[in-house]
Structures are given as C-alpha cells and as structure tokens.
C-alpha cells in the first residue's frame, strides 16, 4: 500500500469518536504482535552476553565451549583510542598546573634582579648594525646571467647561433677537451668570432663532429686551435684576442656586415652578433646529435646564445641540429592555431584543382560573386528602388 493511502485508512470514521484513535497503517504495524525472530533477537539485546560467545556456545551446543573467552583480540581498535585519548586529557589539567607553579616561582626569584630599561643604551641588537643599501657590493652580490637577456627572434640570428656552436663543439671534439666547458665563453671578440663565422662544416657519413670543420685558411685554423686549447685551462683569455687581433685584418663586407647605427654607438652598445646577418654556408643543419653528450652540449650552447629554453620532451625527440633550429624557428613564429589557417597555408593543399580552402564562412553572397551574378543582381535591385 502506498504512503498516501496509508495515512487516510482509519480506525473510525472521522464522524464519530476521539482524535486519539486516528492511527495511521505504520502505527498500527508497530502494536502489532511481531514475529518469533524479532522477539528473540529483541530478548538477545538485553543480554550482556556478546554476538561472538552467544555464537561459540551455538557452535559447541554448550554453554562453556573451549578456548578463549575472547578469541578476537579483547577490545577494538576505536575502544582502545577512546580510553587513550581520556587518560591524555585527564594527566593534561595536572601537567598545567603543575608548570603554572613553576613558572610562577620562577617570577618571584627573577623579580628580585630585574631592573627594566629606560633607555637603549646596553641592550642586546638584533639584525643587521646599519641599513644594507648603504653597504658596498661584494662578489657573492655580482650575477652573471647564463643565458641572453633578450631572446633572438630573427631567423638569421638564429643560423648564426646554432652555428657558432657547431663550430664550437667541432673544436672541443677534435681538440679532446670537455664539450660543456665552451659554455663558460659568453661571448667572443669580434676578430674570433669572424674567423667562426668563416669556418664551414660538411658532415661525413660516420657522423664525427671533430673531421667535419673546414677552416678558411691554415692561418684561423692556427689562431683557433690557439684559442680553444686556452677554455677550461689556466692560461688568461685576454692574450688569446690580443693574439686574434694580430693575425686576423678586419674587411668590409657589406653583403653580409651590417653597420651599427648611431644611437647604438652613442649608447656603447655591441650589435647582436657584431651585426652579422646571415651563415654564409648551412651545412651544419645536417650534424647528427644521436650522441647523447654531444646533444646535451650543443643544446645547452644553443640556449645560452639564443635565450631560447628546450622542454625536455622536445630534448628527446631532436636528433640533428636542423630540428633544433627548426624548433626554435616554430617558437618565434608559431603556427595558427585555428585549423582554417593551418590548411590555408599549407603549399600542397593549395595547388589541388578539387579543394578549396576559406578561413571564413561562404554564404550566398559570395557564390554570387565568384560566379559574376552579384553585380547583375545589385543593378536590378537599384532598378527596382531597393537599394541605394
């Protein structure tokens, strides 16, 4: 029976009698005698006899069966905790106040000596004696940036770095000498970076980076060796450019030099790249970096002259110095992101006779005009007085 029909079924009818005697149909179940099981289970509630033993003496058919009293471990885990947690709060309030009497007869020997401050003079600084600014720096305060401040974004300037440390790690190769170390130049003069810029690789089939260097003449191959045999050593530095100033003449190349501007002399500031535009030779985009230390290296030299970082998984999936730049080409200029304009770009899309490609929707309208009726259908409309 339902809920609803429950609640009007009644004892009398409402006429006649008291109001005590609408029961509705759960009350009445509940006066009503209930059954063997519910009684006995109601008679076994009462007993201080629990679950468990009622059910040993069943299984035994006695009511002293062998073994434990309790053979499921005594009290439960929650019964345990509870008392725990009563015996902590009962020792608590005697721990208070047995550190009240303490700290208070410490009050009362310390008052006898205690004399309070009227004036600074005497007490304890904490801190620093005097304002930090004020202070001359030091050699821990100097930061020397790893990588440019400012990251590249033109094309060329990106072929150049990726190829001056190719160049960089083909003479760390062939001179034996750890590759990492060519990280602690952060830049090069200008003469030596010339005679990089000069220098062409070919890679040879066994893929070695040591044989692939092409100097331009036995003269650089001379200086350059001189200079990268002094990374990682103890010689000073700064003979090695007196030394590339010597033996290398500056000459005017205006196909591939680009003048600093005025107000970039005026200011002392050095050109990206001594204002070079372009590597006169690609071959370096064909270098293999299957070796995982020459990976490393040429990557990590790439990122301190380019500023750009790579993600590791972008790390694991470069395997030539092509797919580096390539990477560092798709940062600069990303692809669209609406997928309209990345198949309206595409080349091989564009040149087949049953596709074509529109970044917007085509209505009506623009059928009409690629079919030559649009301006048919605007001068009949100026006939009839439609349109202005």
Not at 61 to 89: C, F, H, I, M, S
Not at 102 to 129: C, F, K, M, N
Not at 355 to 380: M, N, S, W, Y
């Amino acid at each position: 029976m339902r809920q609803s029909l429950r609640l009007l079924s009644l004892e009398v009818t409402p006429l006649q009698g008291s109001r005590t005697l609408y029961v509705c149909s759960t009350c009445r179940q509940e006066v009503r005698p209930r059954p063997v099981l519910v009684r006995q289970f109601l008679r076994n509630a009462s007993d201080a006899t629990p679950l468990t033993e009622r059910v040993r003496r069943k299984i035994w058919g006695t009511d002293n069966p062998p073994g434990l009293k309790d053979p499921y471990g005594g009290e439960g885990v929650l019964e345990r905790k509870w008392k725990k947690q009563l015996a902590q709060q009962d020792e608590e309030p005697a721990r208070g106040s047995t550190e009240a009497l303490e700290t208070q007869s410490e009050d009362v020997l310390s008052a006898d000596t205690y004399e309070p401050a009227t004036t600074w003079e005497g007490l304890p600084r904490i801190g620093h004696l005097g304002k930090w600014s004020d202070l001359p720096p030091t050699e821990a305060d100097v930061f020397n940036p790893f990588m440019l401040k400012k990251k590249l974004t033109k094309f060329g300037h990106i072929h150049l770095a990726a190829h001056q440390a190719a160049v960089e790690l083909c003479l760390m190769h062939a001179l034996k000498k750890p590759l990492t170390r060519i990280c602690d130049i952060v830049e090069h003069e200008k003469p030596v970076f010339k005679l990089i810029w000069k220098c062409k690789i070919e890679p040879n089939a066994e893929g070695q980076w040591g044989q692939s260097l092409i100097y331009p003449d036995d003269e650089a191959k001379d200086v350059l060796v001189y200079i990268f045999e002094q990374i990682g050593g103890q010689a000073d530095t700064t003979a090695t450019a007196d030394v590339a100033e010597e033996e290398v003449q500056e000459d005017a190349e205006t196909e591939e030099y680009e003048e600093p501007a005025e107000d970039s002399i005026s200011k002392a500031h050095t050109p990206v790249f001594f204002g070079y535009r372009s590597v006169p030779d690609k071959g370096f985009l064909s270098l293999s970096l299957n070796d995982p230390e020459t990976k490393f290296a040429f990557l990590k030299r790439l990122s301190q002259l380019s500023g750009h970082y790579f993600p590791d998984p972008v790390m694991h999936s470069i395997s030539t110095v092509k797919q580096a730049v390539e990477y560092i080409e798709g940062v600069v200029n990303p692809k669209p992101t609406k997928l309209a304009d990345q198949l309206a770009n595409n080349p091989e899309l564009q040149h087949l006779p049953n596709v074509k490609l529109f970044t917007k929707r085509q209505t009506a309208l623009h059928k009409d005009e690629e079919l030559g009726r649009k301006k048919i259908i605007e001068a009949e409309l100026r006939a009839r007085g439609l349109i202005e």
